[in-house]
């Protein structure tokens, strides 16, 4: 975190989020991001707004000219960290995009005036972004080995995917009859893919490679070390977790241009990794859910 936000955090922190000085009364919470050239997690303080069930920050940067650092990495890196008062939770950051964002932005200032004045004195168009929880535990059903850990893990990948692809048929369809896109035209306009489902796909991009990351630098080699008998299961996995993240890749470099990105071709990078996603978490939870279910989660400490 910067040197200005250093004692804001470590208040906020310190007194369940309560803060002094110009902050004190306000609505406060701590958004930490990943750098999206750094690489490394910054913490900021920003004030946010409700608007229905909508969590929303907007990158005023205090009126200056220029999106502030936090806003550029998390469209880098939308998999975020929400603190507000005593509660932590992971979120996928979301710009609203068109009308959408003036109505919201419309709500923020009449809950918020100063937003209204900033956007008065600068040209860019203050961006507006939802804060959505990304990752809710397992409900009821309490997590006490490593298979129940993995299996909810899953369960929110396929969810996630789930949602992409529903997200993408959505937004294609909606775009093609704003248009008057012929299916069957000789030349039909480029369609993008736009920041809701850019965001959502993205952030199911960075889950899914930092979970099989874990897994080949910890869980795998533990698991062959201890269980020899699953060496040849863990060497399918290993192999699809390469073929998972070659389609991952591929779907990642068409999210770089969300303006020209081929819908086709984001269509069928999506259906291939369903296939591939899905039998592969079926052969997974097939091969290491007996052994799982017999290691407790979260682990105890370690004996004497």
Same mark, same amino acid.
């Given at each position: ?24 009364? &306000?609505?406060?919470?701590? +958004?930490? /991001?990943?750098? #999206? ?6 913490? @900021?303080? =920003? ?7 909508? %969590?929303?920050?907007? #990158?005023? $940067?205090? &009126? ?9 990495? +998390? ?28 109505? +919201? ?25 939802? =804060?959505?929880?990304? !990752?809710? *535990? ?5 997590? /006490? ?26 937004? !294609?369809?909606?775009? @093609?009859?704003?248009?008057? /896109? ?11 893919? &736009? ?11 960075? @889950? %899914? ?10 869980? =795998? ?21 390469? /073929? ?9 470099? =068409? ?21 591939? %996603?899905?039998?592969? %978490?079926?052969? *997974?939870?097939?091969? +290491? ?13 370690? $004996?004497?």
């Amino acid at each position: 975190m910067s040197e200005f936000n250093r004692p804001i955090v470590e208040e906020f922190r310190a007194n369940g989020g309560r803060v002094g000085g110009p902050f004190a009364g &306000g609505d406060l919470l701590l +958004l930490t /991001t990943v750098g #999206a050239k750094s690489g490394r997690e910054q913490t @900021s303080p =920003l004030g946010y707004v409700r608007v229905g069930d909508r %969590l929303l920050v907007v #990158a005023s $940067a205090g &009126g200056s000219p220029r999106h502030p650092a936090w806003y550029h990495n +998390l469209l880098r890196h939308p998999m975020v960290q929400v603190e507000i008062g005593t509660e932590t939770f992971g979120a996928i950051a979301v710009p609203a995009e068109g009308a959408e964002r003036d109505r +919201l932005f419309k709500e923020i200032v009449r809950v918020a005036p100063g937003y209204g004045d900033y956007q008065a004195r600068v040209e860019r168009r203050l961006p507006v972004v939802a =804060l959505e929880r990304s !990752f809710t *535990e397992a409900g009821p059903e309490e997590i /006490t080995n490593l298979a129940d850990k993995l299996i909810e893990i899953h369960r929110w990948l396929r969810d996630q995917l789930r949602r992409v692809r529903a997200e993408a048929d959505a937004h !294609f369809a909606a775009r @093609s009859a704003a248009t008057g /896109t012929d299916a069957e035209a000789a030349d039909p306009p480029r369609v993008g893919l &736009g920041l809701q489902l850019r965001q959502h796909c993205l952030a199911f991009c960075e @889950s %899914l490679q930092f979970h099989h990351m874990g897994e080949d630098a910890q869980m =795998l080699p533990e698991m062959e070390r201890r269980h020899p008998h699953l060496r040849e299961a863990i060497e399918r996995l290993r192999a699809e977790h390469r /073929t998972v993240d070659r389609i991952r890749g591929e779907l990642e470099r =068409l999210l770089a241009d969300i303006t020209t990105a081929d819908p086709d071709r984001f269509r069928a990078e999506l259906d291939r990794m369903a296939v591939e %996603l899905e039998a592969h %978490l079926d052969f *997974e939870e097939e091969s +290491l859910i007996p052994v799982l279910a017999a290691i407790p989660f979260p682990p105890g400490p370690p $004996a004497a």
